[in-house]
DNA sequence: GCTTGACCTTACAGTGACTGGAAGCACTAA
DNA sequence: TTAGTGCTTCCAGTCACTGTAAGGTCAAGC
């Protein structure tokens, strides 16, 4: 099984998976004899691994560390929830983050009338003539 | 007023203005005698502009676009709207995909004793051992 | 006058996780 | 033999900074 079948059969690109290489995520193909890497089911397994926790946002350190966690048979449950749960307060974060963004924007295009006239209400706050500390108040 | 204290005064970085510059975004700003930067209040403006348009997830390039429209009398408010309403889809395009992340964690977490124990759901789940088509599924 | 320390300057490298592109072999089909 | 595709390596680019190094400037204190 070449790169590309790899890719195929795993979801990532070719270029992805080497660059997990490089990055020593995952170690070295092996490679044929005409310098071709070769893949192993175990090795599509792997990357399949990675692939899964990269969806679920943790970093590729993370993603190589929960990895070798699972290969290591005296881990501990605790270890590994303990890494889940971090990473969702870090998505918690972020929602919030990107919901007080949203919100603001909302506001603002609520109150922009949306035509061919000049005034508007969302440059006003980006220029900071609105009440900020009441989120999109209007007095 | 120095780089620094148009730092203060923004709540940007003096590394972020000269970035900011050198990208750009903000034309050079005027020198000293002794070579260093000096800031108006209406520059102080515009990068406070500029801040404000990143924290509501503006790209640079947006940001820039944004302000060279709210220093544009021909503009019309339906230009900045439209900007703005696709900010928000992109945001909450985010915020889907980050849910979809903590919920899948969060199912993993619920069923993970979290003890002494190597047996874990959530390394099952990164190994492709629960049904993926049902999220979290316990069948 | 000299030193110290904070601040300014430029320029380049590093971050994270890829993605794109160039240049050059390898393989396959016509 | 040729064309086309796929593999290889290596380097550059993305985004928005951040860190670091080497050096010039300024104000205060001795």
Chains 1, 2 share one sequence.
């Not at 193909?29 to 691994?49: H, K, T, V, W």
């Not at 899964?52 to 005296?74: I, K, V, W």
């Amino acid at each position: 099984m070449n790169i590309s079948q790899a890719a195929e059969a795993t979801g990532l690109t070719s270029k992805t998976i080497r660059f997990y290489e490089q990055q020593g995520v995952i170690p070295p193909a092996a490679r044929a004899a005409n310098g071709y890497r070769i893949y192993s089911e175990q090795q599509l397994d792997m990357l399949r691994f990675i692939k899964r926790s990269r969806d679920l946002g943790f970093s590729l350190d993370e993603s190589r560390a929960l990895f070798a966690l699972s290969q290591d048979p005296t881990r501990t449950s605790a270890s590994v929830k303990q890494k889940a749960e971090q990473q969702i307060q870090r998505i918690d974060q972020q929602i919030e983050s990107l919901q007080q963004m949203r919100a603001l924007l909302e506001t603002a295009v609520s109150e922009c009338r949306g035509d061919e006239q000049a005034d508007c209400p969302i440059l006003d706050q980006l220029n900071g003539m609105t009440d900020e500390s009441v989120c999109g108040g209007k007095a």
